[in-house]
């Protein structure tokens, strides 16, 4: 089993910046891909930021130049760093892994969410 531990939602005034993290932790042979995405109120999760592979990071293009996305492989985490915060970032953040286990076949996983609140 693997576990994906998500931290550094909170509270943050518009204009403010805010890092995320994910530790994915547990049977892992590979991380195939790790992605970060989001879920306003009332609306339908959407993609922030993913890493496939050793590729570069895709983010939502209404996203790009504010936010970053990097992965730490020996470490099996991944930093969002997210600046200039907006009132419509606001949401619960979830982090996705898709991990290779050592029998081969990949899996899906998703972290338990952290709430990102931005207030104007």
């Known amino acids: 089993q693997v576990q994906l531990v998500e931290s550094g939602g909170g509270l943050v005034q518009a204009g403010g910046s805010l890092r995320l993290s994910c530790a994915a932790s547990?049977?892992?042979?590979?991380?195939?891909?790790m992605g970060w995405y989001r879920q306003a109120p009332g609306k339908q999760r959407e993609l922030v930021a993913k890493?496939?592979?050793?590729?570069?990071?895709i983010y939502a293009d209404s996203l790009k130049g504010r936010f970053t996305f990097a992965r730490d492989n020996a470490k099996n985490t991944g930093y969002l760093q997210m600046n200039s915060l907006k009132s419509e970032d606001t949401g619960v953040y979830y982090c996705?892994?898709?991990?290779?286990?050592?029998?081969?076949?990949?899996?899906?996983?998703w972290g338990q969410g952290t709430q990102v609140t931005v207030s104007s």
């Open positions: 996705n892994a898709v991990v290779r286990a050592t029998t081969g076949r990949t899996f899906s996983f």
């Open positions: 547990g049977s892992i042979f590979s991380i195939e891909a």
């Open positions: 890493i496939i592979s050793g590729g570069d990071p």
